[in-house]
């Protein structure tokens, strides 16, 4: 019997930077990656800053060309199977990212429906304006937001949290199979992040989304993930369940990393 | 013994063309000799304000409108900016303040930056004198004595941030306030700068520490006493552990438990959400701040503000705690 493709498959993928004008000097962000995501499930990306992480998450949205290495959509390669405007189109449409800073993403200057505006080119072209705002509302309403008091506010007139959902909703528009969200709530305070991180959970469980989820904070992951993925220096060093991961970590570095995550129940001895 | 220093009924607030920020509204806190005050609460609720206060480095837009602010008794609100800046800070009570970039300036070597500062007290020493004391203090805590030689932009997150607080703490001073000095940074980073902090203080250059995060697993590991600051008030202080596993304030409570740090005891308890957003200090709420969003509020809750209650060796302001009007 063979095993169903999965959703994602990220094969062999490797980035090299080549940086600096007069001496160059060559980055390698991410060296040979591989792992897959599967429909229904939420897989972490956890590392530290310039482990390569976002690299990553920019190959996948095509946002950003790997050096070498290949990456399966539904077992098409999104890099090289992708020939019209149609498949882009409908790549897009499947594959949608929420980054890290909900700020940075508006434009203080224009009201919040302009973010819904920009994705209806991405939408059936039959579609009528009335359809377009009518899932808008509705995407607002299943992040938990009312479109009522959303629509016509300004980025400043809203919350950290509701920026944040605005761009969950907004991703939602295009019914994506895949949301790639990277550090989507770091910004946040803790107060406002168990809500964003059970809506991500809420949408795996009731629209059957996956969701690479991207994160420096180990706690986070332990969350909200099926399994969990650390990155060090451009390379994959550890996968595993989370609990198996926390308490039996098996890589030098997930160990340390472990080992030095601040924890409430215990306190570190050693300092 | 009188505390080292203490904050009494302060108000402080940025008055500007466009109106006011009530940053600070009515604090009153006891920093003691020896202690470790962890100062916890959202972003935007008054820390950094509040820290400015306790060294009264105090200018426009900010003022202090009300209360006094004592060090070993004196009162530094009646002090001018000069005699602060020559007798106070750096060597009575120094900061390190939320962007270490700020405190560094970065168009001068580490070296140079540390000569400045040590002249403005110390005008007798002379350059070599001031480079050894440097070293002399860097060796001591682990610091490579190579940073001195660097710009700041040279260095990395974690060692700027180290170098920071050697400066900061050259002249031992009696108090170090740390604003969010582990909040940039990745784990095993915050966890270098922890060690230095309490190293300072274990071998005494240092008596007493404010430090000032929103991340509490950050401060359980080093505060023996914590503040609950939320919309520019303090809502509950007292010893760390009592503080954290039994909150006796409703906000306390939820802040608590909207940590997320990866340990079964947490897992169990899931996800705990706080609904709405802390309130706007422009327009400060009557009443007890956090009435608006807290799951137990009464009419009471939103008309009067709650007075500080004594409960063990904890202070709280609740009116479900018996805060009430006497
Ligand atoms: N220079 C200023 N002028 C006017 N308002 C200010 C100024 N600095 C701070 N504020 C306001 O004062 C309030 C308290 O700010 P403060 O920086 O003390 O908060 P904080 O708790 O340190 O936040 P964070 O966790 O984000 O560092 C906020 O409403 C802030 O917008
Ligand atoms: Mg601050």
Redesign the interface.
């Given at each position: 019997m063979e095993l169903p493709e999965p959703l994602l498959r990220v094969e062999n993928l490797s980035k090299v930077f080549v940086v600096g004008l007069f001496t160059r000097r060559r980055i390698d962000a991410v060296k040979g990656v591989s792992f897959t995501i599967g429909r229904r499930e939420i897989v972490s990306l956890v590392g530290?800053?310039g482990s390569g992480k976002t690299t990553t998450a920019k190959i996948i949205l095509r946002l950003e060309k790997p050096t070498s290495g290949r990456v399966l959509f539904e077992g098409r390669d999104v890099w090289r199977d992708l020939r019209s405007r149609e498949d882009i189109l409908w790549y897009r449409r499947s594959v949608q990212g929420v980054m890290q800073d909900p700020y940075g993403a508006f434009n203080p200057f224009y009201r919040v429906d302009r973010v819904f505006k920009q994705m209806f080119k991405l939408l059936p072209k039959d579609m009528d304006d009335e359809e377009r705002w009518g899932l808008v509302e509705k995407a607002l309403i299943e992040v938990g937001l009312n479109p009522r008091y959303v629509l016509g506010k300004y980025p400043h007139e809203l919350?950290g949290?509701e920026r944040q959902r605005v761009m969950i909703a907004r991703a939602l528009l295009v019914e994506p199979k895949l949301l790639i969200a990277d550090e989507p709530v770091s910004m946040l305070?803790?107060?406002?992040?168990?809500?964003i991180?059970?809506l991500l959970m809420k949408l795996r469980d009731e629209r059957g989304l996956s969701i690479l989820f991207i994160t420096?904070?180990?706690?986070?992951?332990?969350?909200v993930s099926d399994r969990i993925l650390v990155m060090y220096r451009g390379e994959l060093v550890e996968e595993g369940h989370?609990d198996e991961l926390?308490e039996s970590p098996r890589h030098p570095y997930t160990k340390?990393?472990?080992s030095?995550?601040?924890?409430?129940?215990?306190?570190?001895s050693d300092? | 013994m009188p505390p080292l220093l203490k904050l009494d009924d302060v108000y402080a607030q940025y008055i500007t063309r466009y109106g006011t920020v009530y940053a600070v509204n009515g604090v009153s806190l006891e920093i003691g000799e020896g202690e470790i005050l962890g100062i916890v609460g959202e972003s935007g609720c008054g820390k950094s304000t509040l820290a400015r206060v306790m060294m009264m480095n105090v200018k426009p837009p900010l003022h202090l409108v009300r209360g006094r602010v004592l060090l070993q008794g004196v009162e530094l609100n009646r002090l001018p900016r000069d005699r602060l800046k020559r007798e106070v800070w750096g060597k009575q009570v120094s900061l390190v303040p939320q962007s270490v970039m700020n405190a560094l300036n970065p168009t001068m070597r580490v070296r140079d930056i540390i000569r400045d500062f040590v002249k403005v007290h110390n005008p007798e020493l002379d350059d070599d004198e001031v480079y050894s004391m440097a070293r002399d203090r860097f060796e001591e805590l682990g610091l490579d004595i190579r940073a001195l030689d660097l710009y700041p932009f040279e260095l990395s997150g974690g060692m700027r941030q180290r170098v920071a607080i050697a400066i900061a703490t050259l002249l031992n001073p009696k108090l170090l306030i740390a604003d969010e000095p582990t909040s940039a940074l990745d784990v095993s980073t915050q966890k270098v700068v922890l060690k230095l902090l309490k190293r300072l203080w274990n071998e005494g250059i240092v008596k007493s520490i404010v430090f000032i995060t929103h991340d509490i697993a950050v401060v359980r590991q080093i505060a023996t006493r914590i503040a609950v600051m939320y919309a520019g008030k303090i809502v509950e202080v007292g010893p760390l552990e009592e503080v954290i596993f039994k909150p006796l304030h409703p906000y306390t409570e939820l802040l608590i438990s909207s940590i997320l740090t990866p340990e079964p005891e947490v897992k169990k308890r899931g996800l705990v959400e706080i609904r709405g957003a802390p309130p706007d200090l422009r327009t400060p709420p009557r009443g007890c701040p956090f009435a608006e969003r807290c799951p137990y509020a009464t009419d009471r809750c939103r008309r009067e503000e709650p007075r500080p209650v004594v409960i063990g060796s904890r202070l709280i302001y609740c009116h479900l705690r018996g805060g009430g009007a006497a």
């Open positions: 530290e800053s919350s949290g305070d803790a107060t406002l992040r168990s809500g991180l059970k420096h904070d180990m706690g986070l992951a332990y969350y989370p926390i340390r990393l472990i030095d995550i601040p924890l409430l129940y215990r306190k570190w300092i | -």
